[in-house]
Every structure is written in structure tokens, then in C-alpha cells.
């Protein structure tokens, strides 16, 4: 019976099939997190629910649309925030720090017709977007020390990163929302010697700072024996006679009171000896 049925409607089923699957070519689902672009004999016609900011969920344009079949293709873009990852690269800072940056970038495709136009797929923009990530984050940080990158100056160093990247990302359709570092280390060994310049860079500064120590201290020491070599002048031209009992007790002290002189030992001087002459009272 079903034999007899399809024989007798074969042409009326052939022809309900063809129908069908015309309609299934025709008719395409686009959801939410997608936006499609429909490609006409090779060149973009029309986007399927663009990305519109401040646009509320429902009221996008996703949802079932249409395309004529065979001569338009669908190219399928995610709507949502998606991220590219730099590979691990050697930046060298302005102290000569050679450090390992690991870092990613968020982003939106906000112009789905350039985006096929200079890209073709989302795999191949971020494949693009990467050396783009690399040159900008390299340049950046370049421009700054190691340790500025551990206060909150790093912070305004990604958003000038962001910034760069925003503007070269434009060129291919998509927006970047952030740049962020994962992880900034110095190469295996560097830390090393590291603190062997820091190590020697202080013991240089110590050195110079005991030389100019060294250099005050003689010119404090010349200045004291000037002065007093000036005090000793103006003594002796106000009271040379004084002056000169000074000097003389000076000497006993040091010629008979030497402390040094521990094995005792004599003078012996003339009693008419100049020398002597100030316990004669003359």
C-alpha cells in the first residue's frame, strides 16, 4: 500500500522535499551572542544582528532571518567580550632589566564587515591582533623601570597600552576592552645578578661618599690649623713674653711628662741650658 502511494504521489513528495530543503537553505537562525555577516558573490551585503551598544537583550535583530541560497553565505561572528593572549616575550626595561611578560587583551568586534573584510574569521584577527599586542606592550614598557611596573604606575601604563592597541585594533573591526599582565618575572639567573649590580653600585656610592669624607675632613683639618696657627700669631703680638712661657710649658709637658716614657729614661741638661731658662724665671 505505502509502495502504491508513493508511486501514484511521487512527483507531489519530490517536489514537498525540494521545498523543504529550499526553506531550510533560506531560513537561518542567528542567536544572541552572534552576529552574522552575508556574504553575496564574495563581497559582505548586510549584517545579521550588529553589534549595537546600549541595545537591550531581544531587541538586537537575532533570531530567524533569511539568505538566498547559493548566492549568499553566512560568516558567523561571536558577539560576546573574547580575549588573545600574547606568548611569553623578553622586554627590556630602561634599567636594563630583561624581563618576562606574559599578558592578554579583551575585545569586541564592533565593525563585522571590516573584520571579513581584512581578517576573514575571528581565528585569524586574533592571530593578527597578537604581534599587534606584542609591538605595543614592548614599546611601553620599554619606556619604564622595572620596579614602576610594581607600583601604581603600572596601572596608567595599561591603559596607554590599551590605548595604543585600541587604535591599531580599529583598523580590522574590533574595539579592545582591557590589557592586562599576568605575570612580569625577571629570566631564570637575572635576579642573581641583579643584586650583584645593586651590591656593587652601593659599594661604589660607599667609596665615593668615604673619599668625599676623606676631602672634608682635610679641609676642615687645614682650616683648624690655620685658625690656630692665626690664634697663636695674635697671642704672640699681643703678649710675646706670655706667648713664649706657653710654649715653653708645653714643650716640659711633652718632653718630661711622656707617658710613652715608660723605661724611665734621663736628661740631662746644663743648668745655663737656654732650654731651662723658664724655671730660672728669666
Known amino acids: 500500500m505505502l509502495r502504491s502511494l508513493w508511486e501514484e504521489n511521487r512527483p507531489a513528495l519530490i517536489a514537498i522535499a ?67 593572549d600574547m606568548q611569553s616575550q623578553e622586554v627590556l626595561s630602561t634599567d636594563r632589566l630583561r624581563l618576562q611578560v606574559d599578558a592578554y587583551a579583551r575585545f569586541r568586534i564592533i565593525d563585522p564587515v571590516k573584520m571579513v573584510r581584512t581578517a576573514g574569521t575571528t581565528e585569524r584577527l586574533k592571530e593578527q591582533l597578537q604581534p599587534i599586542l606584542t609591538s605595543v606592550l614592548r614599546q611601553e614598557l620599554g619606556k619604564r623601570t622595572f620596579q614602576s611596573l610594581l607600583t601604581a604606575d603600572r596601572g596608567a601604563a595599561m591603559q596607554q597600552i590599551r590605548q595604543n592597541l585600541d587604535q591599531e ?35 661604589q ?4 661618599i668615604r673619599a668625599e669624607g676623606q676631602r672634608n675632613a682635610q679641609i676642615i683639618r687645614a682650616e683648624a690649623e690655620a685658625l690656630a696657627s692665626k690664634t697663636y700669631a695674635d697671642a704672640f703680638n699681643k703678649d710675646p713674653v706670655f706667648y713664649d712661657f706657653y710654649r715653653a710649658m708645653k714643650s716640659y709637658d711633652a718632653t718630661f711628662a711622656d707617658p710613652e716614657n715608660k723605661a724611665g729614661s734621663t736628661i740631662i741638661l746644663s743648668p745655663d741650658n737656654d732650654y731651662l731658662r723658664q724655671f730660672k724665671g728669666h
Open 205 to 208: 656610592e660607599a667609596t665615593t
Open 18 to 84: 525540494v521545498l523543504a530543503l529550499a526553506l531550510l537553505s533560506i531560513v537561518v537562525v542567528v542567536p544572541e551572542t552572534e552576529q552574522a555577516v552575508v556574504i553575496r558573490l564574495g563581497e559582505p551585503n548586510r549584517v545579521i544582528n550588529r553589534f549595537r551598544p546600549n541595545i537591550a537583550f531581544g531587541a538586537t535583530g537575532a533570531g530567524l532571518s533569511w539568505r538566498i541560497p547559493f548566492f549568499e553565505q553566512l560568516v558567523r561572528i561571536d558577539r560576546r567580550i573574547l580575549s588573545v
Open 169 to 203: 585594533s580599529r583598523e580590522y573591526g574590533a574595539q579592545i576592552i582591557d590589557v592586562r599582565i599576568k605575570r612580569a618575572d625577571l629570566p631564570e639567573g637575572a635576579l642573581e645578578s641583579t643584586f650583584s649590580r645593586m651590591q656593587a653600585a652601593r659599594e
